[in-house]
C-alpha cells in the first residue's frame, strides 16, 4: 500500500515512515519543515530509498490533493505542539492543527481515501484518573495558583477534598482538554470521527504519551521534558524540575511508537466503517519527572536535578494510561524499558 505521512520529516514521523518502509509499504511524506520543529534554514530530510517527498503544508489544498493521488492511507502526524508561551499562540495552533486537519480530511474525501491514523495525545485527558477513599473515581478540576504557590501541587477530591490515589486512564475516560494544544488535538480526532461517519472511512487516533528517543527535538517548543533535561546536562547544568519532581507519566521510546502505527494500519480493515477508535500508546507503567531527571543525570555523571517549586497553570499533576485496549486489539508489545531507554537519550 502507498501511505502518505504527512508531518514524516519530523521527530516521530521519522520513525513511523522507517517503520513502514521496512514493513514493506511504499511511503510518500509530506511535511512544511515549519521552523519552530526544523529550525530556521532547514535541509530536505534523509529519506529511505524510494521514500518520495514532498515539501508542502497540509494547509495547502492543491499540494495535498496532488500528495493523495495513489494513496490508500494516510497517517497524519503534521501538527504544532507544545503550551505555547500564552493565549495569543491560539490562532496559531488552531490554523496548524485543526485546520490543517479539515484541509487534509477534506481533500481525503474528494479522493476516496479510505483510511486515517491519526497522531492523538494523552493531554486530551486533562488530568488522568483518580480515586478517592469515599467517593471512588473522580475528576478533580484545574489546579488553582494559589494552591501550587504554596506548594500543593497534588489535587484534592473535588467533594471532600481528601488526598486522591492516581492511578491508569483508559480511552472511556472523559476527555477535558486544560489548554489550547489540547483542545487542537481533541478537535482532530472530533474532525476524524466525523470525516469516517461522512464518508464510510475508517479511522484510529493513537493517543501518545510522553515519547522520547533518538531525533528528539532540542531547545525548542517542540522539546519535551526529556529533551529538555538531556539538554542541560549536556550544557553541564543540572535538570530543572519544576514543582516536586513528583509528577507521574508515562514515557514511550519512540521506536515502540513507530511499531504501534504499522500495527495499526494492519488492524484498521478490522475497524468498522464509519468510525473512529482511540488508542492509548503507553506502556502502562508511570514513573515520576523527578526520576527521569535523577536517571539521565546519573547516566551522564552529570549534576543532581534541581527541584524549583515552579509551575505552569497548564500542566497537569498526573496522567498515565492504561495500554489494555492496544494490547488486546493489536500484536503490539512496547519493548524498550524505562530503565533501558532513557540512559541511551545521551
Not at 223 to 242: H, N
Not at 261 to 282: E, F, Q, S
Amino acid at each position: 500500500m502507498l501511505i502518505l505521512v504527512t508531518g514524516g520529516a519530523g521527530f516521530i514521523g521519522s520513525h513511523i515512515v522507517t517503520a513502514l518502509h521496512a514493513a514493506g509499504h511504499r511511503v510518500r511524506v509530506l511535511d512544511a519543515l515549519l521552523p519552530a520543529a526544523h529550525g530556521t534554514d532547514p535541509a530536505p530530510p534523509a529519506l529511505p530509498d524510494g521514500v518520495e517527498w514532498r515539501h508542502a503544508d497540509v494547509r495547502d489544498r492543491a499540494a495535498v490533493d496532488e500528495a493523495l493521488a495513489g494513496v490508500g492511507a494516510v497517517c497524519h502526524q503534521a501538527a504544532m505542539v507544545g503550551l505555547g508561551k500564552d493565549f495569543a499562540d491560539a490562532p496559531h495552533y488552531t490554523s496548524c492543527n485543526v485546520h490543517g486537519t479539515a484541509v487534509l480530511l477534506a481533500a481525503m474525501a474528494a479522493a476516496g481515501v479510505p483510511s486515517l491514523l491519526l497522531a492523538g495525545s494523552m493531554v486530551v485527558y486533562g488530568e488522568g484518573r483518580y480515586d478517592c477513599a469515599r467517593h471512588g473515581v473522580v475528576r478533580p478540576g484545574p489546579r488553582l495558583a494559589a494552591d501550587l504557590d504554596a506548594g500543593r501541587f497534588e489535587p484534592p477530591c473535588p467533594r471532600c477534598g481528601r488526598p486522591l490515589t492516581p492511578g491508569l486512564v483508559d480511552e472511556d475516560a472523559p476527555t477535558d482538554p486544560r489548554n489550547v494544544y489540547a483542545t487542537t488535538k481533541l478537535a482532530q480526532e472530533h474532525l476524524a470521527a466525523a470525516w469516517a461517519r461522512d464518508t464510510g472511512g475508517r479511522a484510529i487516533a493513537l493517543r501518545y504519551h510522553n515519547v522520547y528517543g533518538p531525533g528528539m527535538p532540542r531547545d525548542t517548543p517542540y522539546a519535551g521534558v526529556a529533551a529538555l533535561f538531556r539538554s542541560a546536562l549536556a550544557r553541564g547544568q543540572a535538570p530543572t524540575v519544576y514543582e516536586d519532581g513528583g509528577q507521574r507519566r508515562d514515557f514511550i521510546h519512540v521506536t515502540d511508537v513507530a511499531a504501534a502505527n504499522v500495527a495499526a494500519l494492519d488492524a484498521l480493515p478490522d475497524i468498522a466503517p464509519g468510525t473512529m477508535r482511540p488508542y492509548n500508546v503507553a506502556t502502562g507503567a508511570a514513573h515520576t519527572v523527578g526520576e527521569l531527571a535523577t536517571l539521565l543525570a546519573a547516566a551522564c555523571g552529570g549534576p543532581a536535578p534541581r527541584i524549583t517549586g515552579a509551575y505552569r497553570l497548564g500542566d497537569v499533576r498526573h496522567i498515565t494510561a492504561s495500554a489494555a485496549r492496544i494490547h488486546t486489539d493489536f500484536p503490539w508489545t512496547p519493548l524498550t524499558p524505562f530503565h533501558t531507554g532513557i540512559p541511551l537519550l545521551l
